[in-house]
């Protein structure tokens, strides 16, 4: 089985090229949704309290939106909450792979592919682009977010310009050309 990336910027729209790749019945492991339900993990929760406070807490719970106020505003809070997560999402991947092990390939989408190193976990990188203005404008209306803490989280990742150095494939996803041919070219590459 190879193993393969997916990163891009928040907004790029990682997911929905995920969801065609899931349509052509390959596996997807969603790193970021795994990470966030590890936020529940009792152990993990103990440590965010020590060292954050109830602030970051709604009940018995980590409020989100509230802990990425506070990490993406600290890159130092955000390298501690990292170095808790990123072992244990790392793992997990691993119990995943060995759980879809008859796939020909798998796909791994992480924003932080790189800044995390979790690249170093697969064989191929995808990287999906979109113009900034775009970037913005989908996370603005898809999380009902500030521009200025959009902007914040754009920062605080590794550039296109980079990610796609480091790549073995690029989309653009601009909304102006159709991602469903160049999805199949790169399938049609990882099934060869």
Not at 106 to 117: G, M, P, Q, T
Not at 153 to 167: C, T, V, Y
Request: charged share 30%; glycine share 4%.
């Amino acid at each position: 089985m190879i193993r393969v990336g997916i990163t891009g910027g928040i907004g790029s729209g990682k997911s929905t090229v995920c969801r065609v790749f899931e349509v052509l019945g390959i596996p997807v492991y969603y790193a970021d949704a795994e990470a966030k339900k590890l936020l529940d993990d009792p152990a993990i929760l103990a440590i965010l309290l020590e060292k954050f406070g109830k602030e970051i807490f709604d009940g018995d719970h980590i409020d989100r939106k509230k802990l990425a106020a506070v990490v993406f505003s600290d890159p130092e809070k955000l390298a501690f909450l990292n170095s808790i997560i990123h072992p244990a999402v790392k793992k997990h991947f691993l119990d995943w792979c060995d759980a879809h092990s008859d796939a020909r390939y798998v796909l791994k989408e992480a924003a932080i592919l790189f800044e995390s190193e979790a690249y170093k976990q697969v064989q191929k990188v995808i990287t999906v682009t979109a113009p900034a203005e775009v970037r913005i404008a989908r996370v603005m209306k898809r999380d009902g977010t500030a521009r200025e803490e959009v902007e914040k989280r754009i920062a605080s990742q590794l550039n296109d310009e980079e990610k796609i150095k480091r790549s073995d494939f690029v989309l653009l996803n601009d909304e102006q050309q159709s991602l469903i041919p160049e999805i199949l070219k790169i399938h049609q590459k990882l099934m060869s």
